[in-house]
């Protein structure tokens, strides 16, 4: 897993440091856009947030098919979180900072219990929900790219499934004599009697030389 960026809040002599606000949002948010693998993408947002904002940070994300939850040590169980975190995360109540932004596919918390270390607390604030803002475009691009490879996965599978169809009716316009649209009407028929995809009743006529309707 990649290590997470760490953001000092104190200098060497203790007193508190003061890193600028563009570097310490465009170091976490470079980092989470080369990042490809969701944990990655949380566990540096969960990092970068809470020393932003001088705290442990936790995180949940929320999208159709997943709920996560994520410190600066990676993704954890909702039973991992104190209940004060999970109670924030679930229900948006309790003490401490709340943080949200919310996508098209994506919605993102974060909470953190700010220590002190970190003045004015408003600015701190202020960084901590532009780099939750950088984590649910992260997670946003994440599913868009999973979307995408499922459709060209898709349309392969549609491409295949003509090309088989075609070389089944081709099969059958041989055989029988006859023109396309009644070799289709064949493969079709057997399909509906026997309810077994058009593709399964073309890849057996193919491979058997069976007629359609011997489909079993």
Not at 54 to 73: E, I, K, P
Not at 127 to 143: D, I, K, N
Request: charged share 25%; glycine share 8%.
């Amino acid at each position: 897993m990649t290590t997470p960026p760490s953001f000092p809040s104190t200098s060497d002599d203790g007193s508190p440091a003061r890193p600028a606000t563009a570097e310490r949002i465009a170091e976490a948010a470079r980092r989470m856009v080369l990042l490809e693998e969701l944990e990655d993408v949380m566990t540096i947002a969960a990092a970068a947030i809470g020393d932003a904002m001088g705290g442990d940070a936790a995180l949940r994300v929320t999208t159709d098919q997943h709920d996560l939850y994520a410190t600066a040590s990676g993704v954890v169980p909702p039973a991992a979180l104190p209940p004060e975190a999970r109670t924030a995360l679930v229900e948006g109540t309790g003490e401490g900072v709340l943080l949200e932004s919310i996508a098209e596919l994506a919605r993102c918390r974060g909470w953190v219990v700010p220590d002190g270390r970190v003045e004015p607390l408003e600015a701190a604030r202020l960084v901590g929900e532009l780099l939750l803002h950088s984590l649910v475009q992260a997670v946003q691009r994440t599913l868009i790219v999973g979307r995408s490879r499922r459709n060209e996965a898709n349309l392969e599978r549609a491409l295949d499934s003509h090309r088989l169809i075609g070389q089944a009716m081709g099969i059958l316009i041989e055989r029988h004599r006859i023109v396309s649209q009644e070799a289709f009407d064949l493969l079709r028929r057997a399909s509906q009697d026997n309810n077994v995809k058009l593709r399964e009743v073309a890849e057996h006529v193919i491979e058997t030389g069976a007629e359609p309707g011997d489909v079993v």
